[in-house]
């Protein structure tokens, strides 16, 4: 694959203007790619020959963007006096004005002046990256065997260590079960016996309270029966004395 460079000038450029003393001032070569890019590289090149041949300077001005596009309008807009130049490539000038047509930028808005350089380009890669892709290519099966039984392992340690977090956890529930049953027996086993000496107290307690009432009011009862017996036997005799 090939990508050429041209000179172009502006279309209309008088070529009468070189036996009027052209050039009088600085040439300004544009380029629609940034710099260090093989176009700029050429004519940065070419730059010094121009002006030793003008006698006049010769700047390069990049202005990258949209496939050397900005370049072409800037140029396109410049005065056709021969002084603006454009460092075009074959797709700047063949191909952009088919893929951008609103561009307004065609091939027969500019002359052209001269093919400059004729630029392969290549498709490399790194050296280290083919020969990986060669290997995995030429060993494709045995990797792939290796993957598997690597994948295979990994599924068996798997399996391996979730069979023995189960049993952990199956043996310390088991345990923790069993201690819990034990905790509850001997709680169960403190309440009974509590219960009872609770019971047992409370019952004597209460049969004690049940003396200590039950006296006083024994008393009262047999005071006031007695009484009753004696206000009777009073009250027996005063109604006899008045019969």
């Known amino acids: 694959m090939h990508r050429r460079t041209f000179a172009a000038a502006l279309a209309g450029l008088p070529f009468v203007s070189v036996a009027q003393g052209f050039p009088i001032q600085p040439i300004r070569i544009y380029g629609g790619f ?3 890019s093989s176009s700029d ?18 700047v390069i001005d990049n202005i990258s963007g949209a496939g050397g596009n900005i370049a072409s309008a800037a140029v396109a807009r410049a005065k056709p006096d021969g002084y603006t130049i454009l460092s075009a490539t074959n797709s700047m000038l063949g ?3 088919h893929l ?5 930028v065609k091939l027969d808005t500019f002359t052209p002046i001269a093919p400059v350089a004729n ?6 890669a790194v050296a280290a990256l083919i020969a990986i892709g060669v ?12 993957l598997i039984d690597t994948w295979d392992r990994i599924k068996s340690k798997a399996t391996e260590i979730w069979d023995a977090i189960k ?3 199956a043996e310390t529930w088991a345990s923790i079960k069993a201690k819990i049953e034990e905790v509850w027996g001997m709680i169960a086993t403190w309440l009974s016996e509590k219960w009872n000496w609770i019971k047992t107290t409370a019952d004597t307690a209460w049969q004690a309270i049940k003396d200590f009432i039950q006296t006083p009011i024994q008393t009262v009862a047999d005071w006031l029966q007695s009484t009753w017996e004696s206000v009777a036997n009073i009250i027996g005799d005063i109604w006899d004395g008045i019969k």
């Open 100 to 104: 951008f047509p609103g561009s307004g």
């Open 95 to 97: 191909t952009n004005p």
């Open 34 to 36: 940034g710099a260090g």
């Open 119 to 124: 630029i392969g380009l290549v498709v490399a």
């Open 41 to 58: 590289n050429v004519m940065r090149m070419m730059a010094p020959v121009m002006q030793q041949i003008l006698g006049q300077p010769v």
């Open 135 to 146: 290997a995995l290519y030429t060993n494709w099966d045995e990797i792939k065997a290796r």
């Open 167 to 169: 049993n952990f956890f």
